[in-house]
């Protein structure tokens, strides 16, 4: 492992480390465009130059590995002239758009030109090299060659990790740019992450274009609810609104990337259809309540003797499968689990799961099955059960039109506990309103075994609650007041969850004991 210091500090780093990489290890950001760690070195924006003593020429961090003894000096009045003149020249045909460019607040070029440049243009605005602007070059991206850099981030990206090679650079000189083959456009199911790792304005997502301004946006670590991958994301939201969801770094889940099919995934979870309060049915039409009016007459129909058969979805945080667990374990009521995904559901042999659930391990660690919610509904049918509670369950996808109509007359009594009205409203005569992934605390567990927790982005909205608060006032175990504690408790319960804590569960998670 080589020693090397970086502007006076001294540091050992793993052998193969670059310049950039070890400088970041001491809080010290080397500028630089073209780089990215989950790409190869293109050494072409030379914005990262550092100067190294005993070599005669300024040296490009990003590829050149620190080695035993070497001296950098990554802010020397050679290194801050060098970059004061990369800027220039990257500048010089730069467009005046930052007022109405996307990447206003996200940009590099805005930040390295404030730290590194503030010069004026030495070019008149008319001696511009004008480009194509706000180009639609897919379902997901648009593209302004006037702001681009050639970088060239997207194209190796394509190249490297999609393997589609939709993009290239065309023409010499000032005159090159960034443009589609012909024939084609940018349509693969991870095109939105050219425009994650486009340092400037010049690939833009349509569906963020023009939504928020980057610096009004708060951002909260979380996990892709669309598929059993789950894709390490970061929420990005404004006044209990989310706006977007971009990848967050996970080496053992997702690297630096996700899907186009989960980076939508936030849409389903805000707008109409929301239960905002309790309600019960009235004749044909539902009325408000209170939720201690319904936790009392949920608890009494729990705990009445009747024949109560619960489902729980994959949908469900592993800490609301736990707290269902003891509810019904304690009131002798049988629980099923679901995990429904639709036939023609997207797969691939990278990120894009088939199952587009995020927690049916979940559900196999606590020792459910995710295709036993239709037994429950057959045992509904045949007269089995009275009472049937559904948790994030929606019976569109277990039953027929028919066959819902038949459960309605036959139960006693539906009680629904979701996010949004579903199916299961048609025949329910209870329904409760519980906070979505985005608006609680908790965890999923992938598709690889491995429990990564959630952070509540948003409030809930209306009078909608954790679900694990919920449940942990039906389940009647004493200090249950956070989901770190329902945690707590689930790992000292099951052997797959032993020696986990919240805490433990960090920023990329850890595996289950069970799969070490």
């Not at 930040?111 to 030495?122: G, L, N």
């Not at 019904?328 to 689990?337: E, K, V, Y």
């Not at 608006?439 to 959630?454: A, C, H, I, M």
Request: proline share 5%.
């Amino acid at each position: 492992m080589p020693t090397l210091v970086i502007d006076g500090q001294e540091i050992t780093v793993e052998e193969g480390t670059n310049l950039v990489q070890a400088a970041e290890q001491l809080g010290n950001e080397v500028p630089h465009y073209c780089y990215h760690p989950g790409l190869t070195v293109a050494g072409n924006c030379r914005m990262c130059l550092v100067e190294i003593e005993k070599m005669p020429k300024l040296q490009i961090a990003c590829n050149t590995k620190a080695t035993d003894g070497m001296v950098v000096h990554t802010k020397s009045e050679k290194v801050l002239h060098a970059r004061e003149a990369v800027l220039e020249f990257l500048l010089i045909n730069h467009p005046i758009d930052c007022p109405i460019c996307d990447q206003a607040g996200e940009c590099k070029l805005q930040d390295y030109y404030m730290d590194h440049d503030r010069q004026e243009s030495r070019i008149p605005l008319q001696s511009k090299v004008h480009k194509g602007k706000a180009i639609d070059i897919g379902p997901m991206i648009m593209l302004d060659q006037e702001r681009c850099i050639l970088c060239t981030r997207c194209t190796r990206f394509l190249d490297e990790v999609t393997g589609t090679n939709e993009l290239g650079i065309f023409q010499r000189g000032n005159h090159s740019r960034i443009d589609l083959f012909p024939g084609i456009e940018l349509d693969n199911p991870y095109s939105g992450n050219v425009a994650d790792i486009c340092p400037v304005g010049a690939l833009t997502n349509k569906d963020f274009r023009f939504r928020a301004r980057v610096w009004y946006l708060e951002r909260t670590p979380s996990v892709c609810p669309g598929c059993a991958t789950g894709c390490n994301i970061d929420i990005h939201h404004r006044r209990d609104e989310m706006f977007r969801f971009r990848p967050r770094h996970n080496p053992e889940v997702n690297s630096y990337w996700m899907c186009d099919e989960g980076r939508l995934t936030y849409k389903r979870y805000q707008g109409e259809g929301r239960l905002l309060q309790p309600v019960r049915r009235s004749g044909e039409n539902w009325q408000p309540t209170t939720w201690d009016e319904t936790m009392s007459q949920l608890g009494n129909l729990l705990s009445g003797g009747t024949k109560v058969a619960a489902i729980v979805s994959a949908q469900a945080t592993n800490e609301e499968i736990h707290l269902l667990n003891l509810v019904t374990s304690s009131n002798d009521a049988q629980l099923a689990g679901h995990a429904w995904s639709p036939a023609d559901a997207t797969r691939d042999d990278y990120l894009i799961d088939a199952d587009k659930n995020p927690n049916s391990a979940g559900l196999r660690a606590q020792g459910l099955d995710p295709s036993e919610g239709r037994a429950v509904i057959d045992a509904a049918l045949a007269g089995e059960v009275s009472v049937l509670l559904l948790w994030r369950t929606d019976l569109s996808q277990l039953c027929s039109d028919e066959e819902l109509d038949q459960l309605g007359e036959r139960l006693e009594h539906i009680v629904s506990i979701d996010t949004h009205y579903t199916k299961s409203g048609e025949i329910a005569d209870l329904m409760l309103p519980i906070a979505s992934f985005a608006e609680t605390e908790g965890s999923f567990t992938n598709r690889k075994d491995r429990v990564q927790s959630l952070a509540a982005a948003l409030r809930p909205p209306g009078q909608a609650r954790s679900g694990w608060e919920v449940l942990a006032s039906l389940s009647g175990e004493p200090a249950l007041d956070s989901a770190a504690d329902v945690f707590a408790h689930l790992a000292q319960s099951l052997d797959s969850f032993r020696g986990l804590s919240s805490a433990d569960l960090g920023a990329t998670g850890q595996p289950l004991a069970s799969a070490e």
